[in-house]
């Protein structure tokens, strides 16, 4: 008998990875060039300072250090390290090594909870992997050995973060968890941007409006979504929904600029997705653990 699975949690949870997805052609189409820690700075600190202050809900003063650790992991480091791999590492590489995001929040759930891994979710995890390379990965790909660690460093970061929100959750609505944790981690990367970056240009109608897509979207919507999945699914079923955000750049890239897909790039397509789908079947046959600290 199939496990049931809670499609609606799982389908809101999968808006954010996919609108995540769009980030590069909006970058690429819209935003002034060699500025990435300027756009994540932009993308973060506006949506942060927006939600926290709609929500008006301060988390309790014990959460403080958590949270603070939490908008490090989940925004302000990796979003440093994560334009860091991408300006060193061709965009497949750098999405590659990202992938095994799932595999590090396996390894922590079993290391720190007792929580073994299903061992569908294991190789279907591993067959994301390889799915994710053959949909991305060329012959001639560079591999830097910076920008290697610096997305490996990125999807540790992510992975730490995404398991730690479910068990460090302070009592706050989710919009107040969100927008503490963007705050955060966009004053965290402000310096960065304003030592690393050139200063902006005068900025016309559609760089503006890319800005707003990735502070309103890319942000608040998505992150809202994906700390609200946080709370409801597994930490390796959320995490496993991050391959989402590779797969649905080559889409867009497929459909509005016009890029090839065929051969062993539209078997890692299905893969992909088909690893995805294994990872929530896996994990909602799994016993529910008990969630430390929660």
């Known amino acids: 008998m199939m496990p049931r699975i809670s499609w609606g949690n799982v389908l809101l949870t999968a808006l954010a990875p996919v609108i995540w997805g769009s980030t590069y052609i909006v970058t690429t189409t819209f935003l002034p060039p060699d500025r990435p820690f300027t756009a994540a700075l932009l993308r973060c600190l506006p949506a942060g300072l927006l939600l926290s202050l709609f929500v008006r809900r301060l988390p309790a003063r014990r959460d403080w250090g958590r949270l603070a650790l939490l908008a490090a992991l989940n925004i302000g480091c ?3 390290l994560l334009f860091v791999a991408a300006y060193r590492l061709p965009g497949g590489v750098a999405a590659v090594v990202g992938a095994i995001q799932p595999l590090l929040v396996m390894g922590m759930a079993w290391s720190l909870d007792g929580a073994r891994p299903a061992r569908v979710a294991v190789w279907a995890s591993v067959a ?3 799915g994710m390379a053959a949909l991305l990965l060329t012959p001639g790909a560079a591999w830097d050995a910076l920008g290697i660690a610096a ?3 990125g999807a540790a970061c992510m992975a730490a973060g995404t398991y730690l ?3 460090w959750r302070p009592d706050v609505p989710v919009l ?3 927008g503490w944790q963007l705050l ?3 004053a965290m990367l402000l310096p960065l941007a304003l030592l690393a970056d050139p200063p902006l240009p005068a900025l016309g109608s559609g760089a503006v409006m890319g800005y707003a897509y990735l502070s309103l979207a890319g942000a608040l919507v998505a992150y809202a979504l994906w700390f609200r999945g946080i709370a409801r699914l ?3 079923a959320v995490s496993s929904l991050g391959l989402l955000s590779p797969l649905t750049a080559v889409i867009l890239g497929w ?3 016009g890029q090839s897909m065929r051969g062993w790039s539209l078997l890692g397509l299905i893969t992909v997705f088909g690893s995805v789908l294994a990872v929530q079947w896996a994990q909602a046959a799994a016993p529910q653990q008990r969630v430390l600290g929660a």
Do not use: C, D, I, K
């Open 184 to 186: 955060a981690g966009g």
């Open 176 to 178: 107040a968890f969100t």
């Open 128 to 130: 994301g992997v390889l």
């Open 255 to 257: 459909a509005l600029l």
């Open 234 to 236: 597994s930490p390796v």
């Open 165 to 167: 929100a479910r068990r």
């Open 78 to 80: 990796f979003q440093a």
């Open 151 to 153: 997305a490996l460093a």
